[in-house]
């Protein structure tokens, strides 16, 4: 979600003609802090308005960010097919489940997975089939 700011002088022009120059110095929030700041957006009863004005930015802010992160997570998903074998499985293959890369890397596991080994695993492909 990095966004590419600014914290060049801008210049104003003053009623005598003289030019005044201000410096506009804008913050630069970190993923974590915008994170926290767009999962304060969700709480029940929240008003965007409110939480940008309590973090000192706009709301189209807020909306951006809502943007990038929404299309970062979506960047995450593949396309899922369900096959049928056919015949009624066997009891050692109920509940077995073939996760297919892109690479042509498939990972085969049962329903006993430890969770763990498996997020771990899929990290590993997913970085592999970038």
């Not at 915008?34 to 309590?54: D, F, Q, S, W, Y």
């Not at 299309?71 to 396309?79: E, I, K, L, T, Y």
């Not at 771990?120 to 997913?126: F, I």
């Given at each position: 979600?990095?966004?590419e700011?600014?914290?060049?002088?801008?210049?104003?022009?003053?009623?005598?003609?003289g030019?005044?120059?201000?410096?506009e110095?804008?913050r630069r929030w970190?993923?974590?802090?915008?994170l926290?700041?767009?999962?304060?957006t969700t709480?029940?009863g929240?008003?965007?308005a409110v939480?940008?004005?309590?973090?000192g930015?706009?709301?189209?802010?807020l909306?951006?960010?809502?943007?990038?992160?929404?299309?970062?997570?979506m960047a995450?998903f593949?396309p899922?097919e369900?096959?049928?074998s056919g015949?009624p499985a066997k009891p050692?293959?109920?509940?077995r489940?073939?996760?297919k890369?892109?690479?042509g890397?498939t990972?085969s596991?049962d329903?006993?997975v430890?969770?763990a080994?498996l997020k771990?695993?899929l990290?590993v492909?997913?970085?592999?089939?970038?």
């Amino acid at each position: 979600m990095d966004i590419e700011q600014s914290n060049e002088p801008r210049m104003s022009a003053r009623g005598d003609g003289g030019a005044v120059v201000r410096v506009e110095r804008r913050r630069r929030w970190s993923d974590d802090e915008k994170l926290a700041i767009l999962k304060e957006t969700t709480r029940p009863g929240a008003i965007m308005a409110v939480v940008a004005r309590k973090h000192g930015i706009g709301t189209g802010q807020l909306y951006t960010w809502r943007r990038q992160l929404l299309q970062s997570a979506m960047a995450g998903f593949v396309p899922v097919e369900l096959a049928n074998s056919g015949p009624p499985a066997k009891p050692a293959e109920i509940g077995r489940i073939e996760i297919k890369g892109q690479g042509g890397l498939t990972v085969s596991v049962d329903r006993l997975v430890d969770r763990a080994a498996l997020k771990l695993v899929l990290e590993v492909v997913g970085e592999i089939d970038r």
